[in-house]
């Protein structure tokens, strides 16, 4: 990683959309010929033609490749930050009350005792084949836990997005319909106070209501295999809840602010003038321009939904997958945290390769570098 | 008069009163011993066990990486799951702690007490249908005594030489003599499984109480009754579930809401609020853990006795009760036994704080300028705060106290052992010769005091195998006066473990063994509609 690192694959050359600052990445395809293709020449040639060709097409390999190499050095940035950590396994399993006995039968048991890059290696060979290897704490296979929790996070971050999504970006062509008028600052008072408010706080303030003081919800939120459909749903009713308020002002206030800043500009003053009403306005002619930077705000908050919901889980005793990395890295159980980090980096690469491919075929003017 | 008694019928009728206790202060009170008699009689009467019920348990200390084989269990959630699975050769006594028999019916010395001749019980079914054996015992011993054992008792059970079988009876040889051998035996890891686990360490196939229907890491462990018990006075409810909730808000509103019958590690500073609550029923129960500032006595400045006297006098333990503990917990006396170990010295001073003689042994001992401190919230809860408490009495004499705080991740690796002055917490042991055993014999592992003394080594081992208590108790008076007068512990207080329950759980025992019951709350404890 030498010069810009990861970065040097699909060039982001200047936005379209210069005031959105992930907007940058929206270009994708490169303006200039490829660095990666110049140095063969048939190769070069073929690649260009390609792009010119299929630009989608090059565009999501390219992301690919990208994403593989990506992976890699997360994957090594784990296996680093944890090396880095004071005390391994053995010590920290043991804790307190080890034996410098127990704490070397461990360390030899494990392999402790190699070098780093040997650990790094085997443990790489295996993951590459799809085996994540057995967690050294609890001596289960790693996939088939990982198989569990990650369905619990999906659970709840589908039902948290399925409600999110469409609300945000309805209450955002509502505030900008309404604009400076008073659903509009409704809107936007509320979605900043929910904003304002960090996430385990407005979890707990539910509990205390609908938990603790009216009793309709349930409490906590475990589900475990014997669950039937609907009790699921009624477990995860506050959690999703906590998540939706988390998540829907962000995506809420992109959506407003993207369909206003198209609403400034000349097409839409035709509009205006040929008569339009104003929802025809931002539903027909605003939003579809506007589209580009609310995908990417969605996409963020969607991995959000999966990964960064620790906190959420905790408050809530929901057994995903932030609580199951957390435990791991707790104990420094290396062949989780592994899993774990690497399944979270293919969320965030995924979301936002397909954010940015779904915001040029929203935008065809995006396929072709000008 | 008899409002007292009706306080006190109820203290017993809560659990929170065991009879001896309850005789004492009747007496002290004037009532008849018969009349007390009668009383304990019809309170205990009046709480005959009910069957049957579904109990949940909200515990904190589940990991994903909590793992079955009892001999790696260290959580406090896994410490339930195996006493509801499993038993032990030998349980401790409630009240007394001393040794009772569980699966071993009886046990004899020899002279010496190095060696153990057990009777294990006949009629005994594991939950698979198998029938219990010597050789199951035998086994299961073997596997947590060997060199290459993972088994968080092998630092207990490292003094026993051999172990066989003779016509039905267990035969344990040590290396050296111990009266406490029995106790030993009632280590929660020390779970008797067929043939030793060693076929299947984490099938959690036991004979305990109740059947393992369901586990899952760190989220939901569930139990059903085992209808094969060989004891009848344990396991009242049907099922059990155990959910992890580490979370310590989220354990209190699920009890406040009903959720869960009862939640572990209720935190001092929230006993106020939580006691509001017209359902819920605070449980503390006395503990052994005690809160600790640890000196190495080999290391400048703690090498300096007068020193080590004047931060021992600098430290305000009745204000480190109340702010840190919230009055849960009581003072310490600079050893680390207290009233809850069989064999307790009484009698000993209660040391107190006195700036002057803090000062005064302080202008002894020569020192001058601060006195670095580290500390961290993972050393104990509060740890910090304590800390600056601590900076602050000791201003009073005098002395400065220069407060560190550490990263509490890594804090038991690269401080707490290494460094010369910290904070930390010990659990307590079962026994006053191990805990002295674990932390202040001088070649011992976790020596953090590094308090090496070969007449305080000597008496220790030769009180191990003694076998008359008196003489025993006043072995264990010299060596408590040698660590609380020479030693480089400041022990300001022992914790309660504090828990709390709904009123609908009945026959809640307060084990001084261990939290929770000692573990065995959930087979111990009945549910009243």
């Known amino acids: ?370 | 008069m008899s409002d007292y008694k009706d306080y006190l019928t109820r203290q017993v009728m809560l659990g929170k009163m065991n009879r001896r206790e309850f005789l004492g202060r009747a007496a002290a009170f004037g009532i008849a011993a018969s009349t007390a008699g009668t009383l304990f009689a019809t309170s205990a009467a009046a709480q005959e066990p009910k069957r049957g019920g579904h109990l949940k348990l909200g515990l904190e200390g589940a990991a994903a990486t909590d793992s079955r084989d009892p001999a790696k269990a260290l959580s406090q959630f896994m410490f339930v799951v195996g006493r509801n699975w499993g038993d032990m050769l030998v349980e401790s006594h409630p009240t007394t702690g001393a040794p009772v028999p569980a699966l071993a019916e009886s046990w004899e010395p020899s002279a010496d007490a190095a060696t153990w001749t057990f009777t294990i019980r006949k009629g005994v079914k594991f939950h698979d249908g198998k029938e219990l054996t010597v050789d199951d015992v035998i086994k299961t011993l073997q596997r947590h005594t060997d060199d290459k054992s993972e088994s968080g008792a092998l630092g207990v059970m490292k003094s026993i030489k051999d172990i066989k079988a003779d016509g039905g009876k267990l035969v344990l040889t040590l290396t050296e003599g111990n009266a406490d051998l029995p106790l030993l035996l009632s280590d929660y890891h020390l779970i008797i499984q067929p043939n030793g686990g060693l076929d299947n360490p984490d099938a959690m196939i036991g004979t305990g109480p109740y059947k393992v229907a369901s586990f899952e890491p760190g989220v939901r462990a569930t139990f059903e009754k085992n209808t094969d018990d060989w004891r009848t006075d344990r396991g009242y409810v049907d099922s059990i579930e155990l959910i992890a909730m580490n979370d310590a808000t989220a354990r209190i509103a699920a009890l406040s809401s009903g959720q869960v019958h009862y939640i572990n590690r209720v935190d001092p500073k929230t006993v106020s609020l939580l006691k509001r609550a017209p359902t819920v029923e605070i449980l503390n129960t006395s503990g052994r853990g005690h809160y600790v500032f640890i000196m190495h006595c080999n290391t400048a400045p703690f090498d300096n006795n007068d020193l080590r006297m004047a931060l021992k006098y600098a430290m305000d333990r009745e204000t480190m009760v109340q702010r840190i503990l919230g009055g849960y917990g009581k003072v310490g006396n600079d050893f680390p036994i207290n009233d809850t170990y069989a064999l307790f010295p009484e009698g000993i001073e209660q040391r107190a704080y006195d700036p002057d003689k803090a000062a005064f042994h302080y202008k002894k001992s020569g020192h001058s300028g601060p006195v670095l401190l580290r500390t961290s919230d993972v050393a104990f809860p509060g740890a910090v705060d304590a800390a600056v408490l601590y900076q602050e009495s000791a201003k009073k004499a005098g002395i400065e106290i220069e407060v560190k705080r550490e990263p509490g991740d890594g804090y038991w690796t690269n401080v707490w052992n290494v460094q010369p002055f910290s904070t930390s917490y010990w659990g307590g042991r079962p026994t006053q010769d191990q805990m002295y055993s674990t932390a202040y014999l001088s070649n011992a592992d976790w020596n953090d005091t590094r308090f090496q003394r070969p007449d305080f080594d000597k008496i220790l081992l030769e009180a191990r195998s003694e076998l008359d208590e008196a003489k025993r108790k006043d072995m264990y008076r010299t060596m408590a006066m040698m660590v609380r007068d020479e030693g480089g512990l400041i022990l300001p207080m022992f914790n309660d473990f504090v828990n709390a329950s709904t009123k609908q759980v009945k026959g809640y025992v307060h084990d001084i063994g261990n939290d929770m019951s000692n573990g065995y709350v959930a087979t111990r404890v009945w549910l009243d509609a």
């Open chain 1, 1 to 370: 990683m030498t010069e810009s690192g990861p970065m040097t694959g699909p060039v982001l050359t200047d936005g379209t959309a210069g005031e959105q600052p992930r907007s940058a990445d929206l270009s994708g395809v490169p303006a200039k010929p490829n660095p990666t293709g110049a140095d063969g020449e048939i190769g070069g040639s073929f690649w260009r033609r390609f792009v010119f060709r299929r630009p989608l097409a090059a565009l999501i390999l390219q992301r690919l490749g990208l994403s593989v190499g990506l992976l890699f050095a997360v994957s090594l940035m784990i296996f680093g930050g944890i090396e880095a950590l004071p005390g391994d396994f053995a010590t920290t399993y043991l804790g307190q009350s080890a034996t410098p006995q127990a704490v070397e039968n461990i360390r030899k048991d494990l392999g402790l005792d190699r070098p780093w890059s040997e650990r790094y290696l085997n443990w790489l060979g295996g993951a590459v084949k799809g085996d994540f290897g057995t967690s050294w704490a609890s001596k289960n296979s790693v996939s088939e836990q990982i198989g569990n929790r990650l369905g619990n996070s999906l659970f709840l971050a589908f039902f948290a997005a399925l409600i999110s999504v469409p609300l945000a970006v309805g209450l955002g062509m509502l505030a900008v319909q309404f604009r400076n008028r008073m659903p509009d600052k409704i809107i936007n008072v509320i979605s900043l106070a929910a904003i304002s408010l960090p996430e385990f706080f407005i979890g707990y303030l539910l509990i205390m209501f609908f938990a603790v003081k009216w009793g309709v919800a349930t409490f906590p939120a475990t589900v475990y295999d014997s669950m039937s459909f609907t009790e699921r749903l009624s477990a995860i009713a506050l959690p999703v809840a906590t998540l939706v308020l988390v998540v829907l002002a962000h995506m809420m206030r992109m959506t407003r602010a993207a369909i206003l800043n198209v609403m400034s500009s000349a097409y839409v003053e035709t509009a205006e003038l040929k008569g339009l009403g104003t929802f025809r306005i931002i539903a027909r002619h605003a939003a579809p321009n506007a589209v580009a930077p609310v995908i990417n705000v969605i996409a963020l908050n969607l991995a959000y939904l999966v990964v960064g919901v620790v906190v959420v889980e905790v408050v809530f005793v929901y057994p995903g997958m932030g609580q199951y990395m957390v435990d791991a890295v707790t104990v420094r159980d290396m062949p989780v945290v592994q899993a774990c980090g690497l399944i979270f980096a293919a969320f965030y690469i995924f979301l936002n390769m397909a954010a940015d491919i779904l915001a040029i075929l929203a935008n065809p003017r995006l396929r072709h570098p000008r």
